[in-house]
């Protein structure tokens, strides 16, 4: 399953979060940084969900780019 990710500059480095996982979220020093942060934890968000008898929610948000 693919998650999308929302990824910040904050402060002086980076934050990012999982729209369809409330309390997903990451901090580094860079995008990777964070990236890398995100593909760790997301698996480890959605075990504690099924070991807590929680639902896994399906990947809904879409992320899109929009040129101006």
Do not use: N, W
């Not at 999308?4 to 995008?31: N, T």
């Not at 990236?35 to 959605?46: D, G, N």
Request: hydrophobic share 45%.
């Amino acid at each position: 399953m693919r998650y999308a990710v929302v990824i910040e500059k904050a402060g002086k480095g980076y934050s990012g979060y999982v729209p369809d996982l409330p309390g997903c979220v990451a901090a580094g020093s860079s995008v990777a940084a964070v990236q890398s942060e995100l593909a760790t934890l997301i698996p480890f968000h959605l075990d504690g969900l099924r070991d807590g008898g929680q639902p896994v929610p399906q990947a809904e948000s879409v992320v899109e780019l929009v040129e101006v």
